[in-house]
């Protein structure tokens, strides 16, 4: 499976993500929310695992968006499951609109963007 994860320093990270995608018809089911969207799945998860924690935790080899890349050791994580370059750019476009923290992915390839510059042409997922 394609994914990536979803930074941010607010602790309710996955409720107001889960929030937001309820909201555009996407089923929630207890730690884990699910939208269809053009025959893709975009599926957000709150559980990390150890995997998830050792790529949290090693130093992104790139950063785009920003000129300063955060700290992410001590942020809030989710993990995003999609096979759709072009739906999971477009839903972290719409999350970083709808939220009032700042969205960082930390891609397949060690990549951290901002979650408004994250291009479906660029990001590996």
């Known amino acids: 499976m394609k994914g990536a994860y979803i930074l ?3 602790s309710t990270l996955f409720e107001s993500v889960k929030k937001t995608l309820v909201r555009a018809g996407a ?3 207890g730690d884990m ?9 975009f599926t957000v998860f709150s559980e990390l695992h150890d995997g ?11 950063v785009r968006g920003s000129l300063v890349a ?5 942020m809030t994580a989710c993990s995003v499951e999609c096979r759709s370059e072009t739906l999971f750019s477009t839903w972290m476009h719409r999350l970083s609109d709808a939220l009032t923290t700042q969205l960082w992915v930390l891609d397949g390839n ?4 901002t979650a408004s510059s994250v ?3 660029e990001i590996i997922l």
Request: proline share 8%; hydrophobic share 30%.
């Open 27 to 29: 089923q929630a089911y």
């Open 119 to 121: 291009t479906a042409d």
């Open 70 to 74: 955060p700290e992410t050791n001590g």
């Open 8 to 10: 941010s320093d607010d």
């Open 33 to 41: 929310v699910q939208l269809q969207d053009g025959g893709y799945l």
């Open 52 to 62: 998830d924690l050792y790529d949290l935790q090693t130093p992104p080899i790139a």
């Open 110 to 113: 060690g990549v951290l963007w």
